[in-house]
């Protein structure tokens, strides 16, 4: 099977700087992986998503980097704002195995004035 | 487009009596539907998937059961609440289980008193 997990419970940045939440998957067979944002009380948000075929991928304001070599899966908020403010998912399939997506049990993003 | 609707929003029950949380998705069909539990401070915990109508498939022994009665109607039911079972229920929605982004909806929070 496939665990996904994310290396810091809670990471704490300055507004304005950069965040980079980090996330480690097993299966080399993964093929597509994704990021959600939960604000708290809410439903997780989809934020972004990358193929095996790509080594990044950008969005507004938000880079997803993958490297299969190490499996590790990155999220980059670039001018970090206190809306970013949130816990962050990673997710990863198996590959065409019978699971479907794993989740990471998330990232808390904490933003300082 | 497609929407996700999940209703109560919050939900406190005795324990002991019956439990009913329903989940409709809009603008699709024949979507995968999902049933996730979030405990505080932990991942999304899968607990029901269905593929179809009257398809369940249960990833947990548990005191719950899942009913789809119609295409985009997921049901999560129990016959006798446990102060166990509380917590942040999530409805998911994705057009396959292993290729795209699952899209969940807005969260059910039920504390069993």
């Known amino acids: 099977g496939e665990s996904v997990g994310l290396h810091l419970p809670t990471l704490s940045v300055q507004e304005g700087d950069n965040s980079i939440i980090n996330c480690a998957y097993s299966?080399?067979?993964?093929?597509?992986f994704i990021w959600y944002k939960q604000e708290s009380g809410k439903g997780p948000q989809f934020i972004i998503d990358?193929?095996?075929?790509?080594d990044k991928r950008q969005g507004q304001r938000v880079t997803v980097l993958l490297n299969k070599t190490v499996k590790h899966l990155s999220l980059q908020i670039a001018a970090t704002q206190p809306g970013d403010s949130a816990v962050y998912f990673c997710?990863?399939?198996?590959?065409?195995?019978?699971?479907?997506?794993?989740f990471g049990k998330g990232t808390h993003l904490i933003i300082q004035p | 487009s497609q929407t996700i609707h999940q209703w109560p929003a919050t939900l406190v029950q005795p324990v002991g009596s019956p439990l009913s949380l329903e989940c409709t998705v809009e603008?699709?069909?024949?979507?995968?539907l999902y049933w996730y539990r979030q405990a505080a401070g932990r991942g999304l915990q899968l607990l029901f998937y269905?593929?179809?109508?009257?398809?369940i498939s249960s990833e947990v022994p548990q005191n719950l059961s899942a009913s789809r009665p119609q295409d985009r109607q997921f049901i999560l039911s129990s016959k006798k609440l446990l102060l166990s079972d509380s917590g942040f229920y999530l409805c998911?929605?994705?057009?396959?289980?292993?290729?795209?982004?699952?899209?969940f909806g807005s969260g059910t929070r039920l504390t069993v008193v």
């Open positions: 998911a929605w994705s057009v396959d289980r292993w290729n795209y982004g699952y899209t």
């Open positions: 299966n080399s067979a993964s093929d597509y």
């Open positions: 990358i193929r095996s075929n790509m």
């Open positions: 997710a990863a399939n198996s590959g065409g195995g019978a699971d479907g997506l794993t």
């Open positions: 603008g699709t069909s024949n979507p995968n």
């Open positions: 269905s593929v179809g109508i009257g398809q």
